[in-house]
């Protein structure tokens, strides 16, 4: 199973998604964050608040439609196939980028245990190396 992502827009998306489900709750401050978060991107500059949630419920449509899942989202093997295919479409500032707001995001509403697990997954995945990952960490709050 896999999923192909057209451009950076739904690869980060994707990413977001997953991150926002990664304790089970997705709350209004992470929505809210991330909206105003990712609009500040280049990728994201065309994308108006309606245009945005449009692209996020696609892109979560066809991962749930595409990869494999459980009753609690994505499997592992999901997260790390998404992965695999937004490395295809995101270059390396970008891969860096979509990492810092994934960090951001889990940040909002206090790290859970699930989502620091997910978090070094995000770092391997999108190839972001020990050093910088530990600067956006500590840059977003983390330590």
């Given at each position: 199973m896999s999923i192909q992502f057209?451009?950076?827009a739904e690869a980060m998306a994707a990413v977001a998604s997953v991150v926002m489900?990664?304790?089970g709750v997705s709350t209004a401050e992470e929505q809210q964050y991330l909206f105003e978060r990712i609009q500040r991107l280049e990728v994201f500059?065309?994308?108006d608040e309606q245009a945005f949630k449009r692209l996020m419920g696609d892109v979560i449509g066809r991962m749930?439609?595409?990869?494999?899942v459980d009753d609690k989202g994505l499997t592992a093997d999901?997260?790390?196939t998404?992965?695999?295919c937004a490395c295809g479409v995101l270059d390396g500032d970008q891969r860096r980028e979509c990492f810092a707001v994934a960090a951001a995001l889990m940040f909002t509403d206090?790290?859970?245990e699930e989502e620091k697990a997910l978090l070094e997954e995000l770092?391997?995945?999108l190839q972001v190396d020990d050093a910088t990952a530990r600067q956006v960490v500590a840059d977003v709050g983390g330590g």
């Open positions: 057209e451009n950076a489900s990664a304790d500059e065309a994308y749930f439609g595409c990869l494999p999901g997260v790390k998404m992965l695999q206090g790290l859970a770092r391997q995945g």
